[in-house]
């Protein structure tokens, strides 16, 4: 590790999952990008991790958009000093079964999930070749295993496992590794939409889960921020092309 403190961005870091593992970058002394739909919802979590002693700059970025990503990339490359950390968290969900699911809804998850990480691991990459080093860590799902009413999401989740064992081979002799975490069930606004759509309250839909995952709790954002700071440390650079899953010993 070097002197010079590291630089990372985090997208779809407004909240949930994205917020932790930005705050959790922060306190290991990386400099984060907190990086989501648009600045106004990146603030507060860029001001947080401020306010805590961190570095963290918000960045206006919507991943599926080819422009403003190579434009956001090269801004925090220009601000921060580098680019050595990507985090591909950013995600959406358009659930329904396969007889009711619109092609908008199937584009709008393969777009977000896929085509987003496939743009931001292009545009990261620029900067870490030159420099002969990096982590990438994309976000997959006990989902991608297979779940009823997410057959656009499943599909998604599963690509981002192919996508990273693909980069893992591509960028590895860059200097570069590329991991995948896959979380089980965690507490945020996403699995709050689930228990609304489902007809429970979110407390429900925790408790019912945590009952059937072996370590009897469902995760906190910060399970998976864990496991993302492992993956993006100099710790696990013998580890590349993998899929970690973080789900309490919980299969779908
Ligand atoms: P969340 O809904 O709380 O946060 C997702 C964030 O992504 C939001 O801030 C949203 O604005 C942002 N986002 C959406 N579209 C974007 C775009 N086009 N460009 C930039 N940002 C965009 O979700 P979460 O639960 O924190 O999930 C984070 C990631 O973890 C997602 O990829 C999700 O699929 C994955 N995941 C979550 C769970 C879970 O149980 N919560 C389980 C498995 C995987």
Request: one cysteine or more; charged letters at 20%; aromatic letters at 4%.
């Amino acid at each position: 590790m070097t002197d010079q403190r590291r630089v990372a961005v985090v997208t779809g870091a407004a909240r949930g999952i994205g917020a932790a593992t930005a705050a959790r970058l922060a306190a290991d002394g990386v400099a984060v990008a907190v990086a989501d739909l648009d600045e106004q919802a990146c603030r507060a979590t860029a001001e947080s991790i401020s306010a805590a002693g961190g570095v963290a700059i918000p960045l206006a970025c919507d991943v599926t958009d080819e422009a403003a990503v190579d434009t956001a990339f090269d801004r925090v490359a220009a601000d921060l000093g580098s680019l050595d950390i990507l985090v591909n968290n950013a995600g959406v969900l358009r659930d329904n079964l396969l007889f009711k699911m619109s092609a908008a809804d199937w584009d709008t998850v393969m777009s977000v999930h896929l085509r987003g990480a496939f743009l931001c691991c292009r545009a990261a990459q620029r900067h870490m070749v030159a420099r002969r080093s990096g982590a990438i860590v994309n976000t997959s799902s006990v989902s991608a295993l297979g779940t009823r009413g997410q057959a656009n999401y499943s599909a998604a989740k599963m690509g981002i496992q192919g996508l990273t064992r693909t980069l893992a081979i591509e960028l590895g002799p860059f200097g570069i590794n590329v991991n995948a975490v896959a979380p089980g069930f965690i507490v945020t606004e996403m699995t709050a939409s689930t228990a609304a759509r489902v007809g429970v309250t979110p407390e429900e839909l925790q408790a019912k889960t945590a009952a059937v995952t072996p370590v009897r709790r469902v995760g906190l954002p910060a399970d998976i921020a864990n496991a993302v700071a492992f993956l993006s440390s100099e710790k696990s650079s013998f580890i590349t092309g993998q899929t970690i899953y973080v789900d309490g010993g919980r299969r779908l």
